[in-house]
């Protein structure tokens, strides 16, 4: 017999219906996919389209990962999709605060459909990178990746940007920065043009850049940055906020400012349109943005580079051992 669950549809902002999700009903778990406009509301679409499981077998929040797991905590939210480090202090307070966090695993079926149709690649979380995790936990997983606006970021600052980014890297205390090195400098930089200030310091510490190189625009000199994160609950913010005082604290002469936003689509459609200078994003819709497909068909971002590889992405799922949600095959048709 299905399971009955309680259905409420939030707007992240409203509180409207969102289209399209069909009227509350039994039956029906409350999923968090991320904010509008970020690569967790495709990366979750793409899980829906893996098992074939239609709009009305669930119920959307559009929530940042924070507040999603808040609602998972309070009963109100069954699932919350994340593209997180590893691990994340967000589930690990969700644990402390309600006792009963679970972790939902991909099945092969769809990891091999999210393989075949996308940049994202098998991960598999060990058992016990999470104290409440006995068992591996079977996911998916990208880059998180600092890009730089091409009219804005000097070849200059682009070198001492990458530089500082990895000499100073054990000054950041957020537990993400520990991949910040130059063995993983250029991991999700595959399809992207690198920046050139980026290349000059890679290829001086002896790494083989094959990427095109981008090229900047004319650029005006000026003092203030600012580089776009994420949500206040996820990975990207505090990070972002770790590495904006690095630079200011060896860069003089420059502020740089990070913003929450939305993530990655948010962050490379700032930079296309002159808002932005710096953007952390996942790397599988950077290379949408640079061929203008996906999210940025006829909306291609032609003013962005890639300066380094910040850590590894991982989709995580959770849920609550108290929740009736077991597993999306259950949504499947």
Known sequence: MKPTLHITLVGLAAGMLLAGCGENGPNKPNIAIGPPASTTQNVSQMIFDAYGIDK??????????????????????DVSIGILGLPSGSIE???????????????????????????YRRFTIPAGSYNFQDEDVNTITA????VGNTSTISEELGYE??????????????????????????NG???????PGAKRYYQEQGLTVGNPVATLGDITQK????????????TYYPLGGEMATIWNRHLSGRNFTNIETGASIE??????????????????????AVAGQGEFKEAQVTNVAFIGH??????????????????????AN
Do not use: W
């Not at 930089?189 to 920046?195: A, D, F, Q």
């Open 161 to 186: 940007l990458a530089k500082v980014m990895h000499e100073h890297a054990e000054e950041n205390t957020h537990a993400q920065s520990s991949f910040i090195t130059l063995k993983n400098a250029l």
């Open 56 to 77: 009305d077998a669930y119920t959307t929040y559009q929530e940042g990962f924070g507040a999603a797991l808040d609602g998972v905590q309070d009963g109100n939210i």
């Open 267 to 288: 962050n490379l459609v700032s930079i296309r349109d002159g808002r932005m200078d710096l953007g952390m994003t996942v790397h599988a819709p950077a290379q949408d």
């Open 143 to 146: 880059y998180a990746v600092l």
């Open 223 to 234: 003092q203030e940055f600012i580089l776009g994160t994420g949500s206040q609950g996820g």
């Open 93 to 119: 307070n969700l644990q402390a605060a309600a006792g009963d966090a679970r972790l939902v695993s991909l099945s092969d079926a769809a990891i091999e459909y999210l393989e075949a149709n996308s940049a």
């Open 310 to 331: 910040i850590y590894p992405e991982v989709i995580q799922i959770v849920t609550r051992e108290s929740s009736d949600f077991k597993a999306f095959d259950d949504l």
């Open 189 to 195: 930089s595959e399809g992207l043009p690198i920046h």
